[in-house]
Every structure is written in C-alpha cells, then in structure tokens.
C-alpha cells in the first residue's frame, strides 16, 4: 500500500520558520520527482517546490527565497523548510509524488497538513 505522511505543520508567529517532512512507503522512492503543494479555502491547489529523482528543484518563483526542497532517498523522505513565513502561507500543504514516466500514471498525495501563520 502506498502511503505518504506529513508532519511539522502547525501554528508559527509571522517571520518564524517550520520545516515539514513527508516520509513515504509503497514505491520506489528514488524513482519519483517529488513536490510539495499548498491549498487554501476557495483557491486551486498551487505547487511550492519540486525535486526530481536526479536532485534537481524548482520553486515557486514568490516563494524561492524563503523555501528550500531536499530529499533523502535512504529515508524515503522529502523535506521543506519554510522561513519567514507569512499570514498568506497559511494553508493546508501536500506531499506528492510523482513517476515521471509517460507511460505510467503514478502519482500519489499525502493527506495534507495544516500550517497556520499568525499573531
């Protein structure tokens, strides 16, 4: 059974920092471009960062200088470290993974986990 779990989200001060993990099981994890996503009320879910099996990244181009995408393939874990987060950051954020093969139709997401920005 494939399974991809969140955690480190939760409630931060603006300007403060949270760093969130995705530890997955079920698939090849070395094979799969991973990314993570945001999601607000009444909004389209909108990708942050990305990182394929090759350790290559992309980011969001609003949120490159605050955010950080790293993967450790002998843990199954993709990580991303958010900085100086902002009210607008607030959203429920996803874990995905991704085959990057065009012939399989593999893609999986975490159940999502909630970060709060606040005072």
């Known amino acids: 059974q494939v399974q991809l779990v969140e955690s480190g989200g939760g409630w931060v001060e603006p300007g403060g920092s949270l760093r969130l993990s995705c530890t997955t099981s079920?698939?090849?994890?070395?094979?799969?471009?991973l990314a993570w996503y945001r999601q607000v009320p009444g909004d389209q879910r909108e990708l942050v960062a990305s990182?394929?099996?090759?350790?290559?990244?992309n980011y969001a181009h609003s949120l490159k200088a605050r955010v950080a995408i790293w993967r450790d393939n002998a843990k199954n874990t993709v990580y991303l470290q958010m900085n100086n987060l902002k009210p607008e950051d607030t959203a429920v954020y996803y874990c995905?993974?991704?085959?990057?093969?065009?012939?399989?139709?593999?893609?999986?997401w975490g159940q999502g986990i909630q970060v709060t920005v606040s005072s």
């Open positions: 079920g698939i090849t994890f070395g094979d799969y471009t």
């Open positions: 995905n993974a991704d085959h990057p093969s065009p012939y399989m139709d593999r893609t999986y």
């Open positions: 990182i394929t099996s090759h350790r290559a990244s």
